[in-house]
């Protein structure tokens, strides 16, 4: 079709104003765009209900125009990537709170409403809802959801997916759909829920959900701690668990990430080979006596260990954390960042694995992440070009099957996208990738929505 029939058809679907052609920039690519990733796509529409979302999607599917899904454009695997072609449609017009019950624990909100605008709604209430995916601000549940996003507080309080208990989806050929709810408990049929939850937008696009809040613990103490090595870092976190201490999150970063983006912590950081941060939370009572607990057992083998005060010290150490990707990524220019997950007990070999992989492509390598959850940001470093981005997509491959040696994962929260489709085999049965595919087949038979992508 042309583009231009292309832009009048649609405007009759959506609206006039609904639809950007020709399309801008931001939209070829998302955060994978310094590993040079860029798709074109034919038209962008910027739907602002539900309803217009299934017309677009039953008008894409019967003249078989390819479908991509775009909440903030914060994701690191080329999800909302074009790849194709075809039509993004962009949900951030869709902010709306359709209700909101702060007695009973649950608010109903549509896809584009931001992760941040989300935390202080429930904050004003006394409530929290706990995801914490980094670009908070950027970021969109309905994005969250289709990645099954997860942040530092999934250690103790889950991935986004644990705090749905419903949704309303366009799937294909263009039906709007509701599973699940308000309410907080729902055996009645197959989970497709789950299925929708983590499919990065290859099944149907999450229009709204329906999400459980919990009330706002009183305090929080972050507890922060340096070691000689990863060895023994990873032997304190193991401790922690051990000893039944329930931290609200278990981060970490090694001696590569802390020699570049530790010189905001101070002493604490300096010469460490590996920091854990972690933190107490509760009532005022109870999160004392834990961080109390928290800083004995870290601080066996630590270097140095400190118990941060509430407040600004605490929001401090907990914004420098958040900036550390940054900072490494400023450190060369180039960055190739992958998330895999280990199991915790194998967390120090991934930690090492990853430096070792670097040096055998020539490259600097350093990681941090979520150690609670043995999820690991490896970070390959690299001058901008072509040969340091390949170099660093080489060691990408090798730390992929790493992830899958030590009994772990590909992916712990990104998802796949395009930058890692079709390597589930790397820890998948060929049973188990087949059925992923047969889901894929059963929603989308046309494989329109988001193609290329993540099966």
């Known amino acids: 079709m042309h583009a231009r029939e292309l832009v009048a058809e649609l405007s009759r679907v959506a609206g006039a104003g609904a639809v950007l052609a020709p399309p801008p920039a931001v939209y070829e690519t998302d955060s994978t765009g310094p590993t040079g990733l ?6 962008v529409v910027l739907p602002g209900d539900a309803e217009t979302v299934r ?7 019967e003249r078989d125009v390819a479908i991509v899904p775009r909440g903030g454009g914060t994701g690191f695997a080329g999800g909302a990537v074009p790849i194709t072609g075809g039509v993004v449609v962009d949900l951030s017009r869709m902010t709306a709170v359709r209700s909101f019950h702060p007695l009973l624990w649950r608010v109903h909100v549509e896809a584009g409403m931001p992760t941040a605008a989300l935390h202080r709604l429930a904050r004003e209430s006394g409530l929290w809802f706990p995801p914490d995916p980094g670009a908070a601000e950027q970021s969109q549940i309905g994005g969250n959801i289709a990645t099954n996003a997860g942040g530092p507080h999934a250690f103790r309080y889950g991935t986004t997916g644990a705090w749905v208990t419903g949704l309303e989806a366009v799937i294909p050929p263009g039906d709007l759909i509701t599973v699940g709810g308000a309410v907080r408990k729902d055996v009645a049929g197959y989970d497709v829920k789950r299925l ?18 919990i009330p706002a613990p009183e305090l929080a103490i972050p507890v922060v701690a340096t070691y000689a090595s990863p060895e023994a870092g990873c032997a304190a976190i193991e401790a922690v668990l051990g000893n039944g201490l329930e931290a609200a999150a278990i981060e970490y970063a090694d001696g590569g990430a802390l020699a570049i983006a530790g010189r905001a912590l101070g002493k604490l950081a300096e010469g460490a080979g590996f920091l854990v941060l972690a933190e107490a939370d509760g009532d005022a009572a109870a ?13 066996e083998n630590a270097r140095a260990v400190r118990r941060l005060e509430p407040g600004e010290e605490s929001a401090a150490v907990w914004r420098w954390r958040e900036g550390v990707s940054g900072t490494v990524t400023a450190a060369r ?9 280990v199991p ?4 120090a070999e991934a930690v090492l694995g990853t430096v070792e992989i670097g040096r055998r492509h020539g490259l600097d390598a350093c990681s941090w992440g979520h150690a609670g ?5 490896s970070s390959f470093l690299f001058d901008p070009g072509d040969a340091g981005l390949a170099a660093a997509r080489a060691a990408a491959e090798e730390l992929f ?6 009994g772990g994962t590909i992916s712990g929260e990104h998802g796949l996208g395009l930058l890692k489709a079709g390597r589930l085999g790397l820890q998948w049965t060929p049973a188990a990738v087949a059925l992923h595919q047969r889901v894929k087949q059963a929603f989308d038979p046309r494989n329109l929505m988001n193609p290329g992508k993540k099966v």
């Open 38 to 43: 860029r798709g074109r796509p034919d038209a």
């Open 55 to 61: 017309a677009v999607v039953a008008w894409c599917y």
């Open 196 to 213: 929708l939850i983590g499919s990065e937008g290859t099944l149907g696009i999450v229009t709204a959900a329906w999400l459980r809040l």
């Open 373 to 377: 959850d043995g999820n690991l940001h």
């Open 333 to 341: 220019g180039g960055r190739l960042s992958e998330d895999i997950a």
């Open 401 to 406: 099957a790493l992830a899958a040696t030590l």
């Open 344 to 347: 915790l007990d194998r967390l």
């Open 287 to 299: 999160a004392r006596d834990l961080a109390d607990r928290l800083a004995d057992v870290l601080g």
